[in-house]
């Protein structure tokens, strides 16, 4: 199985900053990866797929970047409704496995 | 609109059976492969089961396999998931996920809402 592991676990930040999350495959998964953010008692939703591709409907502040085994994801100007915990998955095979998951929370 | 709505989750004891069902709504069911995915409590997410859209090949996480089988009825517009020799570590809340994309690439674009299952005695 494709093992993600995501960096920090969790972080503080300020409404207007810039976030930067990290993730990492134990195997080259080419751009087969996938960015969900999650809220408190919801389901996660999609917000990049394909390592960079921003979903229908995501604002542009999130972007993501990176091939191989490391990508990131990034948020520019940190919005009230940005925290919330971020989840990394690999979509190059079966098993499809998440990383641990980031928290975003406010400084 | 794509409404994905799970039902059929509760308590159960260990070593019992429980099916979760996933109505889906807005889009062509047929055409889509679904997963579950589930959430143990205050843990991250963990793929469980995943169904190609015509039913015909189905796929497991090592932890369920063999005591969990996912179908899926196209006529009823419904996937299911039947759990069976539960155990605590079972324990999470439940998601149906549409997925898009291709065997690589496949991406979770809709998701329910979710359903909690607890095994405990």
């Known amino acids: 199985d494709i093992q993600m592991t995501q960096s920090p676990s969790s972080l503080s930040a300020s409404v207007g900053d810039r976030v930067t999350i990290t993730c990492r495959a134990s195997q080259s998964i080419s751009s087969y990866l996938v960015w969900y953010q999650q809220k408190p008692g919801k389901a996660p939703k999609l917000l990049i797929y394909?390592?960079?591709n921003l979903q229908s409907g995501v604002p542009s502040r999130f972007s993501g970047s990176g091939s191989g085994t490391d990508f990131t994801l990034t948020i520019n100007n940190l919005q009230p409704e940005d925290f919330a915990t971020y989840y990394c998955?690999?979509?190059?095979?079966?098993?499809?496995?998440f990383g641990q998951g980031t928290k975003v929370d406010i400084k | 609109e794509v409404q994905l709505l799970e039902s059929g989750g509760g308590l159960v004891q260990p070593g019992e059976s429980l099916r979760l069902s996933c109505a889906a709504s807005g889009f062509t069911f047929s055409s889509f492969a679904m997963s579950w995915v589930r959430q143990a409590p205050g843990k991250g997410l963990e793929w469980v089961s995943a169904i190609s859209s015509s039913g015909g090949n189905s796929y497991y996480a090592d932890s369920v396999k063999g005591r969990f089988t996912i179908s899926r009825d196209n006529s009823k517009n419904t996937l299911y998931l039947q759990m069976s020799s539960l155990r605590a570590d079972d324990t999470a809340v439940y998601y149906c996920?549409?997925?898009?994309?291709?065997?690589?690439?496949?991406?979770?674009?809709?998701w329910g809402q979710g359903n909690l299952v607890t095994v405990s005695s």
């Open positions: 998955q690999q979509s190059y095979n079966v098993p499809w496995t």
């Open positions: 394909d390592a960079s």
């Open positions: 996920a549409r997925e898009e994309g291709t065997f690589r690439g496949v991406r979770f674009d809709s």
